[in-house]
């Protein structure tokens, strides 16, 4: 009798919670599916049983959501689909859009996720068709293959009625996506495989290394045909290397006339160079202007009308590589109060490929959380004019001793590593951070308050530790346990993007903070 007890106890308890999820009706709308198979559930989550299965491109309507499961028509009852694998149909039917970058090396992924493949870049300025969108990921075009990149770090300008793009550059005209049709590829990585065919069973056929680049044959999806030498061709994965057009020999000359794109809508374009002075015009991301002259942080700029004007240089791209200074005793811009301009910021998103960090209670990773703040407080640093530096972009392995190398041929005036904590004690919670070095104790004061004014865990304040990427750095660096996963509770509030927006603005704040106050 007491196990019967039991069992009924346990069906109400269930049928309780079950009847307590929020449903919210969204009748109506039409979801296509965004995956080669999706399974269809009896109720909405991965407990219920599959009950059959839909392949990509079908569309269904939306009956009601819970959570993150839309419920729809299937056959002739219905069904529970997760909205992660799925886009609204609306989103196939916007007007074209140009995608252009506000940062460099903007990674473009297979999928809309960080934990997906780079199959390429782009750099601040650079623009690409956009095709459509998945919560904050945009799908897009470039170079001829379709890939994702996340919104934060690209500016949304509508393509021209026409379709074409004004070759002067000049304020008003829409933004061609460079480089259409590729000719040339480029390896990025030591050495790589060329096969027989498209697939990494293929036999290999011949094996070409960094820096060289072949002419493009042909494109299959994320594998390219390329041109090895007069007798031969083969397949390599373009992951590993990137697309452009074809360099043309011995070209090395420069520009007599300088020119910069714009990386964001509504840019002021001033009377002189400062922010006091009145705005000449406004401009929009992917424009590009003409130098004619600089002056401090400033371009001074020739308009289509004749006139000229100045627009700040850290809204601004040049197009040209971002390069590692070695020399610790290169000269630093002069840096405005409440700026960060001319500093070097190193950002260190903790853990990475094989090593996966801590494990959170409901089975978050915190290499990839770690990874999405870094992104998240990069743009942010990078807005205010610092060079930011990252010790990985992707889900890669980087040893500790590598991380702190970097920190040391960027010259960093301030290195950032960013973690999530663990402890068997599930009940332990808050955020730390922490130095080694005496002089590294006032970065790590002012950079824990930054993050007490914006963000509501338990303050666990600035303390010492004997961390390797601290111990053995040269500049100065600070290590931040961002809360504990261990904990329920707090596992849920640290993988919101609330809550990575509020920590990162505090860290922001935090930097700010020690460099007005040197």
Same mark, same amino acid.
């Given at each position: 009798?007491?196990?019967?007890i039991?069992?009924?106890?346990a069906?109400?308890?269930?049928?309780?919670?079950v009847?307590?999820m929020?449903?919210i009706s969204?009748?109506g709308?039409?979801?296509i599916?965004?995956?080669k198979s999706l *399974?269809v =559930?009896t109720?909405?989550? $991965?407990?219920y049983p %599959?009950a059959?299965? &839909?392949?990509? +491109?079908e569309? #269904?309507?939306?009956?009601?959501t819970?959570?993150d499961?839309h419920e729809?028509?299937?056959?002739s009852g219905t069904?529970?689909?997760?909205s992660?694998?799925?886009?609204?149909?609306?989103?196939?039917?916007?007007?074209?859009m140009t995608?252009?970058?506000?940062?460099?090396a903007? *990674?473009? =992924?297979?999928e809309p996720? $960080?934990?997906?493949? %780079?199959?390429g870049? &782009?750099?601040? +300025?650079?623009? #690409?068709v956009?095709?459509?969108?998945?919560?904050e990921?945009?799908s897009?075009?470039?170079?001829?293959?379709?890939?994702w990149?996340?919104?934060?770090y690209?500016?949304?300008?509508?393509?021209?009625?026409?379709g074409?793009?004004g070759e002067?550059g000049?304020?008003g005209?829409a933004v061609?996506p460079?480089?259409k049709?590729?000719?040339?590829?480029t390896?990025?990585?030591?050495a790589?495989?060329?096969?027989?065919?498209p697939?990494?069973?293929?036999?290999?056929?011949?094996?070409?290394?960094?820096g060289?680049?072949?002419?493009i044959?042909?494109?299959?999806?994320?594998?390219?045909r390329l041109s090895?030498d007069k007798?031969?061709?083969g397949w390599v994965?373009s992951?590993?290397g990137?697309?452009?057009?074809k360099?043309?020999?011995?070209?090395?000359?420069?520009?007599?006339?300088?020119?910069?794109t714009?990386?964001?809508?509504?840019t002021?374009?001033?009377?002189?160079?400062?922010?006091?002075?009145?705005?000449?015009?406004r401009?929009?991301?992917?424009e590009?202007?003409?130098?004619?002259?600089?002056?401090?942080?400033?371009?001074?700029v020739?308009?289509s009308?004749?006139e000229t004007?100045?627009?700040?240089?850290w809204?601004?791209?040049?197009?040209?590589?971002a390069?590692?200074?070695?020399?610790p005793?290169?000269?630093?811009?002069?840096?405005a109060p409440g700026?960060?301009n001319?500093?070097?910021i190193?950002v260190?998103?903790?853990?990475?490929g094989?090593?996966?960090?801590t494990?959170?209670?409901?089975?978050?990773d915190?290499?990839l959380l770690?990874?999405?703040?870094?992104?998240?407080?990069s743009?942010?640093?990078?807005?205010?004019?610092?060079n930011?530096?990252m010790t990985?972009e992707?889900?890669t392995?980087?040893?500790l001793?590598?991380?702190?190398s970097?920190?040391?041929q960027?010259?960093?005036?301030?290195f950032?590593s960013l973690?999530y904590d663990a402890n068997?004690?599930?009940?332990i919670?808050g955020f730390?951070?922490?130095?080694t070095?005496?002089?590294?104790?006032?970065?790590?004061?002012s950079?824990?308050?930054g993050?007490?004014?914006?963000i509501?865990?338990?303050n666990r304040?600035?303390?010492?530790?004997n961390f390797?990427v601290l111990?053995?750095n040269?500049?100065?660096?600070?290590?931040?346990?961002?809360?504990f996963?261990?904990n329920p509770?707090?596992?849920r509030?640290?993988?919101t993007?609330m809550?990575?927006?509020?920590a990162?603005h505090?860290?922001?704040q935090?930097l700010l903070?020690?460099?007005?106050?040197?």
């Amino acid at each position: 009798m007491s196990k019967l007890i039991k069992w009924l106890l346990a069906i109400i308890l269930f049928a309780s919670i079950v009847c307590e999820m929020p449903i919210i009706s969204a009748k109506g709308e039409t979801i296509i599916i965004n995956t080669k198979s999706l *399974n269809v =559930r009896t109720g909405p989550g $991965l407990t219920y049983p %599959v009950a059959g299965s &839909m392949k990509q +491109g079908e569309r #269904a309507e939306v009956l009601a959501t819970s959570g993150d499961w839309h419920e729809i028509r299937f056959g002739s009852g219905t069904g529970w689909i997760a909205s992660w694998l799925v886009v609204n149909e609306g989103a196939k039917e916007l007007s074209p859009m140009t995608a252009v970058s506000k940062v460099n090396a903007l *990674n473009i =992924r297979t999928e809309p996720s $960080l934990s997906s493949a %780079v199959i390429g870049k &782009m750099n601040a +300025g650079e623009a #690409a068709v956009m095709t459509g969108r998945q919560g904050e990921w945009a799908s897009i075009v470039k170079n001829g293959m379709d890939g994702w990149v996340h919104t934060d770090y690209i500016t949304e300008i509508p393509q021209s009625e026409n379709g074409k793009n004004g070759e002067s550059g000049q304020a008003g005209t829409a933004v061609k996506p460079e480089v259409k049709n590729p000719e040339q590829f480029t390896v990025s990585v030591d050495a790589l495989n060329v096969r027989k065919s498209p697939g990494l069973s293929s036999k290999k056929v011949g094996l070409i290394r960094k820096g060289e680049s072949f002419k493009i044959e042909e494109i299959d999806g994320n594998w390219i045909r390329l041109s090895v030498d007069k007798k031969s061709s083969g397949w390599v994965y373009s992951f590993h290397g990137t697309l452009g057009a074809k360099s043309t020999e011995g070209n090395t000359k420069v520009a007599a006339d300088k020119k910069v794109t714009v990386l964001t809508n509504g840019t002021n374009l001033r009377s002189s160079a400062t922010t006091s002075s009145s705005i000449v015009t406004r401009v929009n991301a992917g424009e590009k202007l003409t130098v004619i002259g600089e002056e401090g942080e400033w371009y001074n700029v020739s308009l289509s009308s004749g006139e000229t004007a100045f627009i700040a240089k850290w809204v601004v791209s040049t197009g040209e590589v971002a390069q590692v200074e070695l020399s610790p005793e290169k000269k630093k811009t002069a840096r405005a109060p409440g700026t960060l301009n001319g500093l070097t910021i190193v950002v260190d998103a903790g853990h990475g490929g094989n090593d996966r960090g801590t494990t959170g209670m409901q089975g978050t990773d915190e290499k990839l959380l770690t990874l999405m703040t870094a992104e998240l407080l990069s743009a942010k640093l990078k807005a205010a004019g610092a060079n930011v530096v990252m010790t990985r972009e992707s889900d890669t392995y980087i040893s500790l001793r590598k991380r702190v190398s970097v920190s040391h041929q960027s010259g960093a005036d301030a290195f950032i590593s960013l973690h999530y904590d663990a402890n068997p004690d599930t009940s332990i919670t808050g955020f730390t951070t922490y130095y080694t070095h005496s002089n590294q104790k006032s970065l790590a004061s002012s950079i824990n308050d930054g993050l007490a004014s914006t963000i509501t865990l338990r303050n666990r304040g600035a303390q010492p530790a004997n961390f390797l990427v601290l111990r053995e750095n040269r500049q100065n660096a600070i290590l931040i346990e961002l809360g504990f996963l261990s904990n329920p509770s707090e596992e849920r509030v640290l993988t919101t993007e609330m809550f990575r927006e509020q920590a990162t603005h505090g860290i922001y704040q935090g930097l700010l903070e020690y460099f007005d106050g040197k």
